[in-house]
T-cell receptor
Framework: QKEVEQDPGPLSVPEGAIVSLNCTYS??????FMWYRQYSRKGPELLMY????GNKEDGRFTAQVDKSSKYISLFIRDSQPSDSATYLC?????????????FGTGTRLTIIP | DGGITQSPKYLFRKEGQNVTLSCEQN?????MYWYRQDPGQGLRLIYY???????QKGDIAEGYSVSREKKESFPLTVTSAQKNPTAFYLC?????????????FGDGTRLSIL
C-alpha cells in the first residue's frame, strides 16, 4: 500500500462548478501538507501549504486537513478553464527534513467551458 | 525574475552515453533536489543537497550522479548505468533543508532514449 493515495482521474467538470480533490495517507506522522498544480510539460507550482489540521483559504482555493481521518482536500470555487491541470498532493512529517516529501500520483482535472 | 531554470527542455540519449541535465536557481536557496516523474507514479527523489559541496542519495540514486560546486547550480548526470532513463526530470529548491520550507520546482527536462 502506498503511503499517499490519490485518485488519478481524469476528472471533468463544467466551468463555474466547485471542484473537490482529495488524498488519503497512512502515516500518522505527516504534519505538513501541500498542494501543487502542474500544467502539461511544466513543473509543479505550489498552490497551498498547511501545517497540521484545519482549513486554509487563498482566493478561490481552500485546503482542508482532517488528521483524524488521514484525509486532505483541495476545493476550487468558480472553476475556470485555466484550472485544467494535474494536481499533486505532498506531505511530510514534522521531524523530518525537506527531502522526506512524499507525493501523490496526481489527479488530472479538466474544466469544460 | 527569481526562479529555477532547467535546460534543455528535451534531451535524447544514445546507448552507453552519459548526459547531463542543468539546474540553476537565483532564489538564493541553500537546498536543491532532483526528482524523477513517471506516469502513474509520484515524484521520486534522486539526489538532494542541503548546502554547497555536500549532497546525499535519495530513494533512486543508482545510475545517477550530481555535483554541488556552486550554491546556484545542481547538475544531474544520467549515466549509462541507468537502464531505464526515459522520464521527466524535475529540479527543485527550498530556502533551507528544514521541513517547514516549501519546495519550488523548475519546468523540467524530458529525457528520451534514441
Amino acid at each position: 500500500q502506498k503511503e499517499v493515495e490519490q485518485d488519478p482521474g481524469p476528472l471533468s467538470v463544467p466551468e463555474g462548478a466547485i471542484v473537490s480533490l482529495n488524498c488519503t495517507y497512512s502515516n500518522s506522522a505527516f504534519q505538513y501538507f501541500m498542494w501543487y498544480r502542474q500544467y502539461s510539460r511544466k513543473g509543479p507550482e505550489l498552490l497551498m501549504y498547511t501545517y497540521s489540521s484545519g482549513n486554509k483559504e487563498d482566493g478561490r482555493f481552500t485546503a482542508q486537513v482532517d488528521k483524524s481521518s488521514k484525509y486532505i482536500s483541495l476545493f476550487i470555487r468558480d472553476s475556470q478553464p485555466s484550472d485544467s491541470a494535474t494536481y499533486l498532493c505532498a506531505m511530510r512529517g514534522a521531524n523530518f527534513g525537506n527531502e522526506k516529501l512524499t507525493f501523490g500520483t496526481g489527479t488530472r482535472l479538466t474544466i469544460i467551458p | 525574475d527569481g526562479g529555477i531554470t532547467q535546460s534543455p527542455k528535451y534531451l535524447f540519449r544514445k546507448e552507453g552515453q552519459n548526459v547531463t541535465l542543468s539546474c540553476e536557481q537565483n532564489l538564493n536557496h541553500d537546498a536543491m533536489y532532483w526528482y524523477r516523474q513517471d506516469p502513474g507514479q509520484g515524484l521520486r527523489l534522486i539526489y538532494y543537497s542541503q548546502i554547497v559541496n555536500d549532497f546525499q542519495k535519495g530513494d533512486i540514486a543508482e545510475g545517477y550522479s550530481v555535483s554541488r560546486e556552486k550554491k546556484e547550480s545542481f547538475p544531474l548526470t544520467v549515466t549509462s548505468a541507468q537502464k531505464n532513463p526515459t522520464a521527466f526530470y524535475l529540479c527543485a529548491s527550498s530556502k533551507t533543508g528544514l521541513g517547514n520550507q516549501p519546495q519550488h520546482f523548475g519546468d523540467g527536462t524530458r529525457l528520451s532514449i534514441l
